[in-house]
């Protein structure tokens, strides 16, 4: 799952989001950019609905990514 943050998200907008999913044991990457913030999730998302996480402040957009068969 990748966690695209808003160009304009604050710091303090960043530490909740990783702290929602470290709360939910999930580990991630943080990439940052000139623009953007992305976080690329590491875990069991496939039961995990995005939608809480994505009305999160600072949160642009959530992208799953389709598990292999």
């Given at each position: 799952?990748l966690?695209?943050?808003?160009?304009?998200a604050l710091?303090n907008?960043?530490e909740?989001?990783?702290?929602?999913?470290?709360?939910?044991?999930?580990?991630?990457?943080q990439?940052?950019?000139a623009?953007?913030?992305?976080?690329?999730?590491?875990?069991?998302?496939?039961s995990?609905?995005?939608?809480?996480?994505?009305?999160?402040?600072g949160?642009?957009r959530?992208?799953?990514?389709?598990?292999?068969?």
């Open positions: 799952m966690v695209i943050m808003r160009k304009d710091d907008q960043l909740k989001v990783k702290q929602y999913l470290t709360d939910r044991d999930f580990d991630f990457h990439s940052t950019g623009n953007r913030t992305i976080i690329g999730v590491i875990g069991a998302t496939h995990f609905s995005s939608l809480e996480l994505e009305a999160l402040p949160v642009h959530v992208y799953r990514i389709p598990e292999d068969d």
